[in-house]
């Protein structure tokens, strides 16, 4: 149990352009998501958290216009990020926190971003 | 916001042997400490987690201890396989609202 998906897993894209990464939880409920950065050999930088429903809360630093967030259901989280360019090429991972109370997460396959 | 520090960032230990990954936190309002475990390319797993009103866990070869007072948390893993090299990363959160992961450790087992 406890399935998140990510599409795409790797994506291309021109500098200047918009490109927009879906997070699902397959089997359970989400009532919290989490986006995450990781640059090659890095850690996981938390981006932004999200809650069904209502605005996501970035963390400093994070561009909200730049990376957009929807929590449009209990089930799926959207990152679009905006008129990317080569410096936001990055792995992005999402995670979902079960409605369940438990604080425990989990993880995406994450989505390979190249911006050329 | 939390500040979460992990050493080392590499390890390498023979087969049989134990390995052991420190990690500190600065936010005392974190009561929830998650370990992953990540192959190169795929996502984190969770291989253990402890609680802050628990010192000390432990599933099979692999244990979790953590000092409240001095805010630091380690991983212990025993009886180290080729399988067990990875990148490891430990976490703080405040009841799940947010994580805040450390650097990571990257572990090699040698055969």
């Known amino acids: 149990g406890a399935v998140v998906s990510q599409h795409p897993s790797w994506v291309i894209c021109k500098s200047g352009t918009s490109v927009k990464i879906e997070c699902r939880s397959l089997d359970f409920q989400a009532t919290t998501m989490f986006w995450y950065r990781q640059f090659p050999k890095q850690s996981l930088m938390l981006m932004a958290t999200?809650?069904?429903?209502?605005?996501?809360?970035?963390e400093q630093g994070v561009e909200k216009d730049k990376f957009l967030i929807n929590h449009a259901s209990l089930t799926l989280s959207t990152l679009t990020v905006t008129s990317a360019h080569p410096e936001d090429s990055s792995f992005y991972i999402c995670?979902?926190?079960?409605?369940?109370?438990?604080?425990?997460?989990?993880f995406g396959p994450g989505t390979r971003l190249l911006v050329l | 916001g939390e500040n979460v520090e992990q050493h080392p960032s590499t390890l390498s230990v023979q087969e049989g042997d134990s390995a052991v990954i420190k990690c500190t936190y600065s936010d005392s309002a974190s009561n929830y400490f998650p370990w992953y475990k990540q192959e190169l390319g795929k996502r984190p797993q969770l291989i253990i987690d402890i609680r802050s009103n628990v010192g000390e866990k432990k599933d099979q070869r692999i244990a979790v201890t953590l000092n409240k007072t001095a805010k630091h948390f380690s991983l212990h893993i025993t009886e180290t396989q080729p399988e067990d090299s990875a990148v490891y990363f430990c976490a703080a959160s405040n009841t799940g609202n947010q994580f805040y992961f450390g650097t990571g450790t990257s572990l090699t087992v040698i055969p």
């Open positions: 999200s809650n069904e429903g209502s605005k996501a809360t970035y």
């Open positions: 995670s979902g926190r079960s409605t369940s109370g438990q604080e425990t997460q989990y």
